[in-house]
């Protein structure tokens, strides 16, 4: 009995892949990981009890990473309470401003993406084209996911 070698996967798995093979080719460290390890789970039917965690609690955990990846300047002390005062020069004016933006426009991506799942998919071909084409690093879904609620928004100004 021969089937075909596609269709021995579902859906979900074909598009890990298909981002498994962006990523690779895109040099996306983070989305050939990813990938590779949703594609673990399922194979090791861990899905039904991992997966519910990462959907619910996956973000938070992310963050505190990368909160504690900054921070650590901090406790490494790196940075001490002399360089507080930066905040008042002018690149630490703006670099207030800039985190208080990217804060609010980070919330309006990720309610978008929780809203419209659908285009996570494109984000992640957006993040490996912008590797290939402008040389730029990954940052994650949700800061993609925030300019494509700024255009979004910009879009519905016109319709």
């Given amino acids: 009995m021969s089937t075909n070698f596609f269709f021995a996967f579902e ?24 990938s590779c390890i949703l594609l673990c789970l399922k194979y090791f039917k861990l899905d039904q009890l991992v997966f519910p ?41 703006f670099a207030l401003a800039a985190g208080t933006l ?7 991506g990720l309610a978008l993406m929780n809203a419209r799942p659908e285009i996570i998919f494109g984000l992640t071909v957006g993040t490996v084209l912008g590797i290939l084409f402008l040389r730029g690093t990954p940052c994650g879904p949700v800061m993609a996911a925030a300019v494509t609620a700024v255009f979004l928004q910009i879009a519905s100004l016109f319709s």
């Fill in 11 to 34: 859906s979900s798995e074909m598009i890990l892949i298909t981002l498994l093979f962006l990523g690779l080719f895109g040099r996306s460290n983070l989305v050939v990981s990813s």
């Fill in 102 to 108: 990217a804060t609010k426009l980070n919330g309006d």
């Fill in 53 to 93: 965690v990462l959907e619910s609690r996956g973000l938070e955990l992310g963050l505190v990473l990368l909160m504690l990846h900054i921070l650590s300047p901090v406790a490494t002390e790196k940075l001490t309470i002399k360089d507080l005062h930066s905040v008042t020069s002018l690149k630490g004016l």
